[in-house]
């Protein structure tokens, strides 16, 4: 009798390398890397420890604001540095840009340093704020180049771990640190950059390998996110109730850390299948002797008829990226370079609908502290508007990247069109910050949350399908330079200049002077009124431009846009790839 498959636990050593050389263990490690790359959304928690320890004045807190929402949106250098380099370079990179931007607004913020100019303190935050760039290019690209036809629910996925770190962070602070906020900014510093650390190595690019139950299994992970928001949007409300003990927030923090792990074991298991399959000796080939020079021919074809195609190597120049710019461009869904992408006529719609959408947003989610404070509202309660703002970011996310995928693929419904809906939808959770009434903040920041995420994958996912995959780590960082330039005119141009008008029109009415206050503070709805009247508008424009999009993609979404990463690919729900196609490029 032969000898019967070797299992996991007769191999373990060879057993731990395919799970660390895996697929979906690398998909694991993304999903703990873009947990840590929500810090910027954080802001609002900790804004009024810098405005108040630095004696800032709003429009100069909303000029930081900027810097933070430009140096989180601005990643085409680190989409250049992932053309060139290997993928644990670009993590280990933003973890140190992480460290050392948000480390030294922590010393800034209690007085250990003397205290810094404002250019020196927009500088800080910025290169805090860029290091999400490198955690999303080394994590989310690598992943949808792994999984190129589930891109809808990889990006929903990872974006949505993403809009769900502020309330995690928020978590693991209150027990590690209690309630003082000054420390949460200490948090950000260390903990991001320790993940990528820790994951550097097992997040790389794989062969192309299709298996049939793929979604099946990101359905999983799905609900396990479900059940982790659900379970801190439960703890966000019950702390706002009730006062919690050191020990209680310490509870709290370790069943998020637990389901936040809850992924690696879907991924063993799924790479425990894996490894069981590779095991099954495969069958016996047929032999015949009639035709044996046909099948020889057949089985090893010439490589005039059927070249293999040539891996690219990491160290490529970045000459061919920018290449035959002004001859014809490739259809719709084929590989452009960064020039042909940039300037088509549908990344320039993509880019108003980012400057409206992301602009709009990121200014309510950079003011919802001032927000809440100039509506009266106690600072554990505009704690909880952020948590709230966080988790149903992550809620915008999941349901645009799964729910999206579906309706494309079993309607040919477009991404675009869903994009629009998002942005009509954001403007009604902005009026209702322009016309306040009582409990109204819960919900627009539920709205506004919800949008908010929505956005960010159906704008990656859309980017990868119009342009192509060669150059999507470049092409995705592209795509989101609306966003801080809408953030720069709509939150230091508009809102933070409307907002000290109002401040100053208080100080009038009580007979004082700017000089007689150490902090510039509006009370009262009118404070925000015209501001977000004005962004209503805008992101109502918006989404009237992105229907011009839905009119011109139309044809292309009514086709087959995965076709071609079917082709070659056979689908085998039996034999699974050996280890050695696992391996990274």
Not at 40 to 57: E, R
Request: with cysteine.
């Amino acid at each position: 009798m032969g000898e019967a498959p070797s299992t996991a636990s007769q191999r373990p050593l060879p057993f731990l390398l395919h799970i660390l050389r895996g697929r979906w263990f690398s998909l694991f490690a993304s999903f703990l890397v873009m947990t840590g790359a929500g810090a910027t959304y954080l802001f609002g928690v900790y804004s009024k420890d810098i405005k108040s320890s630095l004696a800032y004045d709003q429009t100069t807190l909303n000029l930081l604001g900027f810097f933070k929402d430009l140096g989180a949106n601005v990643g085409v250098p680190s989409g250049l540095v992932a053309e060139i380099t290997p993928t644990w370079f670009v993590l280990l990179l933003g973890s140190a840009l992480n460290f050392v931007g948000y480390f030294m607004i922590w010393l800034a913020v209690t007085n250990k340093i003397p205290k810094p100019k404002v250019w020196q303190m927009c500088l800080y935050i910025c290169i805090g704020a860029n290091s999400q760039n490198f955690a999303n290019t080394g994590a989310l690209v690598t992943s949808v180049s792994n999984f190129p036809e589930s891109r809808g629910a990889v990006i929903g996925l990872l974006k949505g771990f993403t809009g769900l770190s502020g309330a995690i962070m928020t978590q693991i602070y209150l027990a590690v640190y209690g309630t003082d906020s000054k420390s949460l900014i200490l948090l950000i510093a260390w903990l991001p950059a320790a993940i990528s650390v820790v994951f550097v190595y097992t997040i790389r690019s794989m062969s192309l390998v299709r298996q049939a139950n793929e979604l099946r299994i990101f359905y999983h992970f799905l609900y396990v996110s479900i059940f982790l928001a659900l379970f801190i949007m439960g703890m966000t409300i019950a702390q706002n109730l009730v006062t919690f003990s050191r020990t209680a927030y310490a509870g709290s923090a370790a069943m998020v850390i637990f389901l936040l792990f809850v992924p690696l074991f879907i991924s063993i298991r799924q790479e425990l299948n894996l490894f069981h399959q590779q095991s099954i000796p495969p069958p016996p080939p047929e032999v015949k002797i009639d035709n044996q020079l046909d099948q020889h021919e057949s089985t090893n074809p010439s490589p005039k008829e059927n070249p293999k195609p040539k891996l690219e190597s990491k160290s490529k120049t970045l000459s061919s990226c920018f290449a035959n710019v002004f001859l014809k461009k490739p259809e719709r869904g084929e590989d452009y370079n960064i020039l042909q992408a940039l300037l088509s006529t549908d990344m320039l719609i993509l880019f108003i609908s980012t400057f409206c959408g992301l602009g709009t947003s990121l200014t309510a989610v950079d003011n919802l502290g001032q927000i809440g404070e100039s509506l009266g509202y106690p600072s554990k309660t505009i704690k909880s508007f952020v948590s709230l703002l966080s988790i149903w970011n992550y809620f915008g996310r999941i349901f645009s990247g799964f729910v999206s995928e579906i309706l494309l693929v079993k309607y040919k419904f477009p991404r675009p069109l869903m994009l629009s809906i998002v942005l009509f939808l954001s403007c009604i959770g902005l009026l209702m910050i322009a016309f306040p009434i009582p409990g109204s903040v819960y919900l627009a920041s539920i709205i506004i949350g919800f949008s908010f995420g929505a956005q960010l994958p159906l704008i990656f996912a859309i980017i990868s399908e119009l342009f192509g995959l060669k150059y999507y780590s470049t092409l995705f960082n592209c795509g989101q330079l609306g966003s801080p330039l809408g953030s720069y005119i709509l939150n230091v141009r508009v809102t933070g200049p409307l907002y000290d008008r109002e401040a100053r029109k208080e100080l009038a009415r009580n007979g004082l002077t700017r000089g007689a206050v150490k902090e510039l503070v509006c009370m009262g709805r009118h404070c925000y009124r015209l501001s977000f009247i004005i962004l209503a508008c805008v992101c109502c424009f918006g989404g009237f431009a992105s229907l011009i999009l839905v009119a011109r993609t139309r044809e292309f979404y009514n086709g087959d846009i995965y076709k071609k990463f079917r082709e070659g690919n056979e689908v085998d729900s039996r034999a699974k790839p050996p280890l050695e196609a696992l391996s990274p490029k």
